[in-house]
């Protein structure tokens, strides 16, 4: 299993930036994936994930109007789109192969993990 995050970079508050999760070595429709981000001195914290079953979303309250998972089966590729970013959005970004499930996110219920994209809002 291979995730490769892509994406990330320095944006100014209120900008905007896509990150791209590319898959690979698995087959793409055996896992939900998700977007997770962990900020300096701080838990991982779960952001969006989406399902393969029916592509239901779920988003944490913190970014619920402003991120949008979304996914290309075609490019075994899921994208978070960030829109009126914050600084308070400033984390590594990861994507995660594994359940997605409706009531909430948690890191244990996925078992690979890509290596990770900064993301860098100034204030």
């Known amino acids: 299993v291979q995730l490769v995050e892509s994406g990330g970079g320095l944006v100014q508050a209120g900008g905007s930036l896509r990150l791209s999760c590319a898959a690979s070595?698995?087959?793409?429709?055996?896992?939900?994936i998700g977007w997770f981000r962990q900020a300096p001195g701080k838990e991982r914290e779960g952001v969006s994930c989406i399902t393969k079953t029916d592509d239901a979303t779920v988003y944490a309250d913190s970014v619920k109007g402003r991120f949008t998972i979304s996914i290309d089966n075609a490019k075994n590729t899921v994208y978070l789109q960030m829109n009126s970013l914050t600084p308070e959005d400033t984390a590594v970004y990861y994507c995660a192969a594994g359940v997605c499930f409706r009531r909430g996110m948690a890191a244990d219920h996925f078992g690979s993990w890509g290596q990770g994209t900064q993301v860098t809002v100034s204030s």
């Open positions: 070595g698995f087959t793409f429709d055996d896992y939900d």
